[in-house]
């Protein structure tokens, strides 16, 4: 809730694009405001307003007052929940003595966000001052006995990626999520997120 992703991907995980942000929904109106768009950096923190409709698991949007005629129809893909589903912002990285430096707060220019539904995920890393993306991925994941694992189905910055399957330790802690284990190129990640509400 209040925020979203996208990304479009070949089948093959090739890569087109990808934006997100923050998005409201009132009275049949719907609002977004992009924190990134990896294909026109034109578009980040201008306002979008659509109409919407929800019928049968679809999800019909109309351009409402913008310059360019939008008519979009979105199928919803996934009712699941798990313990992590919903929207988490980069807080630091994680040492053998907790916390290294200073946690990144919703102020900073630089975020690195993540959503999660019940079984799908998508990260982004962008600066909102630069309006420049500096990467982006996404795919499906699975959280058993502590343990987080994601699957990448498109990988901005390494098409090759695309297939492999990450293993994390998980732990939650209030509105906190740590997890310890290796990244894409093999070197070790440990990592403290936190719940955006």
């Not at 990896?38 to 659509?50: F, I, L, N, Q």
């Not at 500096?134 to 390494?158: A, C, P, V």
């Amino acid at each position: 809730d209040g925020y979203l992703m996208f990304a479009i991907h070949a089948a093959d995980g090739a890569f087109i694009k990808a934006g997100g942000g923050n998005n409201k929904a009132s009275g049949g109106t719907y609002t977004e405001v992009l924190d990134f768009h990896t294909g026109d950096s034109a578009e980040v923190r201008k306002p979008m307003t659509y109409s919407f409709s929800i019928k049968n698991d679809e999800l019909g949007l109309s351009s409402r007052g913008n310059t360019e005629v939008v008519k979009e129809t979105w199928k919803k893909v996934d009712d699941a929940t798990s313990a992590l589903s919903g929207a988490w912002r980069f807080g630091a990285r994680v040492n053998d003595e907790g916390v290294a430096g200073q946690r990144r707060g919703a102020a900073s220019p630089r975020q690195t966000m993540k959503i999660l539904s019940g079984k799908y995920f998508q990260w982004a890393a962008f600066n909102s001052e630069t309006k420049q993306c500096s990467g982006t991925g996404g795919g499906t994941y699975k959280l058993q006995d502590n343990q987080y694992t994601e699957t990448i189905r498109f990988f901005s910055r390494d098409n090759s990626r695309v297939g492999i399957s990450l293993t994390f330790e998980c732990k939650l802690t209030g509105s906190d999520w740590y997890h310890k284990g290796k990244g894409t190129t093999g070197n070790p990640v440990s990592e403290v997120w936190g719940r955006v509400k």
